[in-house]
């Protein structure tokens, strides 16, 4: 998408300055339930987000369709929404910093492992020889069991992974763009003494298999 259209658009119809936000995302999530996967869901996401001032007031824009006509529909909703704006004090849209540390928050290793290949995993196709990283939701389930006798079910064992890209840019030639992936481990367990139950829930967040024990 051409973000630089965005802007044309904006001083066309009288917005002095304006910022643009583009998201996308996907993800990923496996749940077991007594050694079978109880849920599998996969999302894809994408949304775009605007604002900026007109006439001295602050407005703002977002959708989740990306057509030709999208960047055209964020410039009117900033209009639109900046005739409403009651707020009285004068509106600016900030810059940007005058530097910005690079950084990496993207294992380009974790999204490589085959989907398949994880609920294969999960339903105990693939040998216990090499466990490797998928199957370790399956150990995380077996041992909440065998952590204590009172255990009586080990709730929400979940892996999950999400994958997300950002692109900010503004009027005054602000363009960053961002892009990371995490996954996360989830399990509760059951425990019930007597006609006494708890549930207690633990998780990690991480993009390195390698650190999670």
Same mark, same amino acid.
């Given at each position: 998408?051409?973000?630089?259209?965005?802007?044309?658009?904006?001083?066309?119809?009288?917005?002095?300055?304006?910022?643009?936000?583009?998201?996308?995302? $996907?993800?990923? *999530?496996?749940?077991?339930? !007594?050694?079978?996967? %109880? &849920?599998?869901?996969?999302?894809?996401? =994408?949304? #775009?987000?605007?604002?900026?001032?007109?006439?001295? $007031?602050?407005? *703002?824009?977002?959708?989740? !369709?990306?057509?030709? %006509? &999208?960047?055209?529909?964020?410039?009117? =909703?900033? #209009?639109?929404?900046?005739?409403?704006?009651?707020?009285?004090?004068?509106a600016s849209v900030f810059k940007g910093s005058e530097k910005y540390k690079k950084g990496s928050v993207y294992n380009k290793e974790l999204p490589m492992?085959?989907?398949?290949?994880?609920?294969?995993?999960?339903?105990?196709?693939?040998?216990?020889?090499?466990?490797?990283?998928?199957?370790?939701?399956?150990?995380?389930?077996?041992?909440?069991?065998?952590?204590?006798?009172?255990?009586?079910?080990?709730?929400?064992?979940?892996?999950?992974?999400?994958?997300?890209?950002?692109?900010?840019?503004?009027?005054?030639?602000?363009?960053?763009?961002?892009?990371?992936?995490?996954?996360?481990?989830?399990?509760?367990?059951?425990?019930?003494?007597?006609?006494?139950?708890?549930?207690?829930?633990?998780?990690?967040?991480?993009?390195?298999?390698?650190?999670?024990?």
């Open positions: 998408m051409n973000l630089k259209k965005f802007f044309e658009i904006c001083e066309k119809k009288g917005i002095s300055e304006a910022q643009i936000i583009v998201e996308r995302s $996907k993800s990923t *999530s496996i749940r077991l339930f !007594k050694h079978e996967i %109880d &849920s599998f869901k996969i999302a894809d996401s =994408q949304s #775009i987000s605007a604002f900026g001032i007109y006439q001295g $007031k602050f407005g *703002s824009g977002n959708t989740q !369709k990306f057509t030709k %006509d &999208s960047l055209e529909f964020l410039a009117d =909703q900033i #209009i639109l929404t900046a005739k409403y704006n009651e707020k009285e004090e004068e492992i085959p989907l398949e290949r994880k609920i294969a995993v999960l339903r105990e196709v693939v040998a216990a020889a090499r466990a490797e990283e998928f199957a370790v939701l399956r150990e995380v389930e077996n041992a909440v069991y065998a952590a204590d006798p009172s255990v009586t079910d080990a709730d929400h064992v979940t892996y999950a992974e999400s994958e997300y890209e950002e692109e900010v840019q503004n009027s005054f030639g602000l363009k960053l763009k961002q892009k990371g992936n995490y996954f996360t481990f989830v399990a509760g367990a059951v425990c019930k003494k007597g006609d006494e139950v708890k549930t207690f829930y633990d998780s990690h967040l991480g993009s390195d298999f390698g650190a999670f024990d």
